[in-house]
């Protein structure tokens, strides 16, 4: 059976930034090598050891945020968290697939005259990977190499043992039980005026137990109504701060992301072993999205774009979020690899200040 290491076991630096700008459902997990000479470690216990190198090489030589899979496994059996679930990775090597692909990287390298032992124990850690990846990470069912996305030799000989790394449909023994999820009750919370309504609190104990930092009262106020917001804008779904039935729904079915580029009210308590955000030091963010048009004015612009004029990017810093704005905001979002969508939420808001300034390349290639 796979065995799980979190990144505080494998002894993980912490990433430089995280974007959770990840939609799984709509492709599911790409499979990588490690590249074209042999790699694995003969005795399970250099194998860490190998993770932590791979990390720093990502890190330090290419510049990225973090070591760029989402899992690795070793010819031992076990699981090596990387970015974790629910975060974007930079293996996949075109934006689209990085949208939409976990990555997972075997510890195994070599040509095709001279490749390491594809072992069980590495195809029944893929299998566990994937099925965990499915079961909490929310990814689709479809499994492909690396080079399905553009033209490489990886996953080199892993390609030949891809449907035995799929888990299937029938549920693994390792997958947690799906939560209920109560119907949606019908009633639209929002704010203001304060909605009270007993699925206010079920839907607040839910975001609670998600990680998001918010009182569980009944009484859909203002607070709930800046955690709805960045939580719709994390996941897609029509940012309008009214919990209606598709945020309902998301609430319990969307993936849960592991750490977040959220704050202010909306702050996700730090997940468990894998270190802090790299957050500390941006301001709250301000709780209102800015959009154009038409223009926002708020106080919470004036601060994001003299942030970003720091940063050297040319924007009035006037306090209305206008067509200057959105375009600045536009050309940010697609250096960092968030969605370029044009409006500040929590996660571009943080990245204007905890970011790199030479962020990762938003195709990033693959060893
Ligand atoms: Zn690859
Ligand atoms: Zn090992």
Same mark, same amino acid.
């Not at 600045?328 to 960092?336: K, Y």
């Given at each position: 059976?796979?065995?799980?290491?979190?990144?505080?076991?494998?002894?993980?630096?912490?990433?430089?930034?995280?974007?959770?700008?990840?939609?799984?459902?709509?492709?599911?997990?790409?499979?990588?090598?490690?590249?074209? /000479?042999?790699?694995?470690?003969?005795?399970?216990?250099?194998?860490?050891?190998?993770?932590?190198?791979?990390?720093?090489?990502?890190?330090?030589?290419?510049?990225?945020?973090?070591?760029?899979?989402?899992?690795?496994?070793?010819?031992?059996?076990?699981?090596?968290?990387?970015?974790?679930?629910?975060?974007?990775?930079?293996?996949?090597?075109?934006?689209?697939?990085?949208?939409?692909?976990?990555?997972?990287?075997?510890?195994?390298?070599?040509?095709?005259?001279?490749?390491?032992?594809?072992?069980?124990?590495?195809?029944?850690?893929?299998? /566990?990977?994937? &099925?965990?990846?499915?079961?909490?990470?929310?990814?689709?069912?479809?499994?492909?190499?690396?080079?399905?996305?553009?033209?490489?030799?990886?996953?080199?000989?892993?390609?030949?043992?891809?449907?035995?790394?799929?888990?299937?449909?029938?549920?693994?023994?390792?997958?947690?039980?799906?939560?209920?999820?109560?119907?949606?009750?019908?009633?639209?919370?929002?704010?203001?005026?304060?909605?009270?309504?007993?699925?206010?609190? /079920?839907?607040?104990?839910?975001?609670?137990?998600?990680?998001?930092?918010?009182?569980?009262?009944?009484?859909?106020?203002?607070?709930?109504?800046?955690?709805?917001?960045?939580?719709?804008?994390?996941?897609?779904?029509?940012?309008?701060? *009214?919990?209606?039935?598709? /945020?309902?729904?998301?609430?319990?079915?969307?993936?849960?992301?592991?750490?977040?580029?959220?704050?202010?009210?909306?702050?996700?308590?730090?997940?468990?072993?894998?270190?802090?955000?790299?957050?500390?030091?941006?301001?709250?963010?301000?709780?209102?999205?800015?959009?154009?048009?038409?223009?926002?004015?708020?106080?919470? *612009?004036?601060?994001?774009?003299?942030?970003?004029?720091?940063?050297?990017?040319?924007?009035?810093?006037?306090?209305?979020?206008?067509?200057?704005?959105?375009?600045?905001?536009?050309?940010?979002?697609? &250096?960092?690899?968030?969605?370029?969508?044009?409006?500040?939420?929590?996660?571009?808001?943080?990245?204007?200040?905890?970011?790199?300034?030479?962020?990762?390349?938003?195709?990033?290639?693959?060893?």
């Amino acid at each position: 059976m796979a065995t799980f290491v979190t990144r505080a076991q494998w002894g993980a630096r912490d990433p430089k930034a995280r974007s959770t700008d990840i939609d799984p459902a709509r492709g599911g997990v790409a499979v990588h090598h490690t590249g074209a /000479t042999r790699f694995a470690a003969s005795s399970h216990s250099g194998c860490a050891g190998q993770v932590r190198g791979i990390q720093n090489h990502h890190m330090d030589t290419n510049r990225w945020d973090d070591i760029a899979y989402t899992y690795l496994v070793c010819v031992h059996g076990s699981i090596y968290e990387g970015r974790g679930v629910g975060i974007r990775t930079a293996a996949n090597g075109t934006n689209d697939s990085n949208d939409r692909y976990y990555a997972v990287c075997g510890l195994v390298g070599g040509t095709s005259s001279s490749y390491d032992a594809v072992t069980d124990a590495l195809i029944d850690g893929f299998r /566990t990977a994937i &099925a965990r990846l499915r079961s909490v990470g929310g990814a689709a069912a479809d499994i492909r190499g690396h080079q399905a996305f553009l033209p490489t030799e990886c996953p080199g000989r892993l390609g030949n043992h891809m449907s035995a790394m799929d888990p299937g449909s029938s549920g693994d023994p390792g997958d947690p039980p799906s939560p209920d999820i109560p119907p949606f009750p019908g009633v639209l919370l929002h704010y203001p005026p304060v909605t009270v309504h007993s699925s206010a609190r /079920t839907w607040q104990q839910r975001m609670k137990d998600r990680g998001w930092s918010i009182t569980v009262d009944g009484a859909y106020g203002e607070q709930s109504r800046r955690v709805c917001l960045a939580f719709q804008q994390e996941k897609g779904l029509t940012v309008d701060g *009214v919990v209606g039935e598709k /945020t309902w729904y998301a609430a319990w079915s969307a993936p849960v992301t592991t750490a977040a580029a959220t704050g202010s009210g909306a702050a996700l308590s730090g997940a468990a072993g894998s270190g802090a955000p790299a957050t500390a030091a941006a301001p709250d963010w301000p709780g209102v999205l800015f959009t154009w048009p038409p223009r926002t004015v708020h106080p919470g *612009v004036r601060v994001w774009q003299r942030r970003m004029r720091e940063r050297g990017w040319d924007v009035p810093v006037g306090g209305a979020y206008d067509r200057r704005s959105r375009e600045a905001c536009v050309a940010f979002q697609e &250096a960092q690899g968030l969605n370029p969508d044009g409006v500040v939420g929590p996660a571009t808001w943080h990245a204007a200040w905890t970011s790199p300034e030479s962020p990762e390349s938003p195709a990033d290639r693959t060893p």
